[in-house]
């Protein structure tokens, strides 16, 4: 297995004593691999930009307070380069992150009791999020099939018909699974039929696989576009979660205006320093991302055959640097899997009832680590096995 220093040269030591969520959640002695941060560093362009801007003195208010930030044309021009859709930049809006996102499509756009469609499992905010705000969840199943993890389609087809939103998470987390050119052209069939209003979390697109591709679901066409908000950010693929910025094409031009009719402060906003953070990554990040995705498959693939020797037939993830997993395959059957995991081999996973009815028994393992603590993790989850 090749290594990287960039990736790989990381201390635990170091990683035990970082303040942020993953490691400081972790008890002493444990190995975190729960939560959807990375262990590495952002890239240098991103640092110096940081660092730039708080010694430049200059932390007051920003130029385009009230006009909307850079953000906007730069994503709408990393959109036509990267997938070729095109899309006014004068339709983009920026949020704190996506989850506020999602939460505010949700309030300007349906009422208490309108049915949301979501794929199970699901990423667990956003499942709270439908119902503490009194919406009607209505789980679509991802199957495990003989080709991979199968999205459902006939099943989402028959939650529609009670629905007015489809929450749609591709690539899809925990599963990793990317949604083909021709499984989202049924989803739009779907949406086009039901009068769905699409909110599409698209935020692990630049993490994806060879030879697997990303296409934006709005991207599909006029109507794809008109009834859908894609939320996006560098959090995921830049490691910049805790700087609060992502962004949302809202093609639904009435939804918009409802938005835009709002004050600008109400919702909250993003800062100047989340702003030239994310400018860089998109900017000066390119050469980093791709020693990244190299760095993601191999340690992908490291799991992969590592779970294969025990017996495991889980699908190989196609994007994120997440692996969905039975917890069946370390020995641990029943009860609570992440609990027994945690106490028995000093590894804190995510997994569980969490990601919604009838996953208990499984596991996400966070990937995106440097080798030797990936071996470690390993070699810890196979002493419940022992």
Known sequence: MTRDPLFDDLVLGDLAARPGIKWSRAGDGELAAWVADMDFAPPQPVTDALVGLVRGGDLGYPEWLLTGTPLREAFAARMAGRYGWELPAVEVREHTDLIQGVQLVLHLATSPGDGVAVHTPGYPPFLQTVESMGRKRFDVAVRHGADGWDMNLAGLDEAARSCRVLLLVNPHNPTGRVLTRDELAAVAEIARRHDLLVISDEIHAELVHA??????FASLGADAAGRTVTFNSASKAFNLAGLHCAVGHW????????LDAHPSDLFGGVSSLSVAATLAAWEHGTAWQRRLLVVLRRNRDRVAAWLAERGGDDPVPQATYLYWFAARHLGVETGDVVGTV?????VKLDGGPGFGQGHEGMLRLNLATAEPVLDELLHRLDTLRA
């Open 211 to 216: 030879p697997h591709a990303h296409v934006p």
């Open 251 to 258: 093609g639904p031009p009435r939804l918009r205006a409802v």
């Open 342 to 346: 945690r106490r028995s081999a000093r």
